[in-house]
């Protein structure tokens, strides 16, 4: 993990530096995980559940009074529409309301049969220490609610590492919970380097990470956790499927896929990427699709970065360089780029499998449900799927098929607070939200009585 971090805000639509901030000396560093570490044994062993759980409400209800806020700084910080923003902090309230709701069911003793001998047996959730977190920067709060509110609940603690984009929107997040009472060393926010954060996670204090962000930072945060033997949770995006069979309602679906694919202008990790069209629809889906994407770009927002239009733009040349037909509104200006749909990618193209972090859709025709399929899982990535058909059986046998962490039928923007969140293949393991976030850094402690 080499390349000193900068933090600072950057105007996303022309790369202008607003303000830069200081990256934490190495004192300021090894002292958030001394508080981390020192804030762990009250918290875990000295607050109730229900203790835990108030303090949860209460960092989902500044979320609630402070939107405005808060939206109004990852609008600055990496460019997204306010309405998605201000709809970004009020899930992120669901989340920590969900956890605080629900944090005494999950974390319940739970029995287990014996199937010989007498006495008891059961199985109790307990935290592990201090727990690590390095977020991205499309979802600068939802990010940090799925990882920090199950844990917090569970008594963990938490360090947390965000994007060097996002300095302003992480520390207003700290800020929110000490504003809501959270004791202090709970939750830390540190603008820590690459090489600071190897340290932090070599800390034998420090007893798990969850990552999420490219594949490539994943495999290098993998490495270096599983030398510690540290458990890891990773979340490394995908070039979801959208698989199209059957419809009674074509415009919906089209409505369906144009909304998935254009949220946050594209840059979200479980979006529909690749639309996998059955051949008897394919030329009425491309043309509707392709009217709606077009006419986008007066109010499409810009790429999170200069540097990200202009790697995507070389995706797209690349495409058409090996065959590809690309339609788009216009030209790249500085970080905005037009939205635009990429046909006729060739098989052998690296266009075909790999993923495209913007306002770019990729649309294949298909033959068949087997060949829809086939090429559905022709990506190293599993993360999320789309699946449309009128057809509940062929449904349920085509998301049975689908090499992915996650089907969505028949809709999208269907996830939720109780709906666990991950992937398989390169995309990542282990999953957020839902009854499994809880349990991904929790001692199932086996606790097995012969006599009272």
Known sequence: MANKQVYAVVDPADGKLVKEYPTATDEAVAGAVDAAASAYGPWSRQTSVEQRAQLLHAVAALHEERSGELAAIIHREMGKPVDEAVA??????????????????????????????????????????????????NFPYYQVARFSAPNLALG????????????????????LFTDAGSPQGCYVNVRATREQIADVIADPRVQGVSFTGSEQAGAEIAEKAGRSLKKVVLELGGSDPFVVLSADDLDATVEAAVETR??????????????????????AFLDKFTRKVLAL????????????AEYLEEQVERAVADGARF????????????????????????????????????????????EAVELANATPYGLGS?????????????????DAGMVFVNGVGLEGAELPFGGVKRSGFGRELGRAGIDEFANKKLIRTTRP
């Open 262 to 283: 254009f949220e946050n202008a594209g840059q979200v990790c479980n979006a529909g990427k690749r639309f996998i069209v059955a051949e008897d629809l394919y030329d």
């Open 88 to 137: 970004e902090v009020e899930f992120s309230a669901a989340i920590y309301r969900y956890y605080a709701e629900n944090a005494q069911r999950f974390l319940a003793d739970e029995p287990i049969e014996l199937l010989e001998g007498e006495g008891t047996a059961l199985l109790r959730r307990q935290p592990v220490g201090v727990l690590l977190g390095i977020m991205p920067w």
């Open 156 to 175: 963990n603690t938490i360090v947390l590492k965000h994007a060097s984009q996002c300095p302003e929107s992480s520390a207003a997040v700290e800020q």
């Open 327 to 370: 339609v788009s509104a216009g030209q790249r200006r500085e970080a905005y780029f037009p939205p635009g749909v990429l046909t006729d990618v060739s098989p052998t193209s690296p266009a075909a499998t790999e993923e495209f972090f913007g306002p770019v859709a990729v649309v294949h025709r298909v033959g068949s449900e087997e």
């Open 297 to 308: 770009a007066d109010g499409l927002a810009p790429l999170s970065s200069v540097a990200a």
């Open 386 to 402: 789309y699946v449309f058909t009128t057809d509940a059986e062929q449904a349920r046998r085509v998301a049975d098929r689908i």
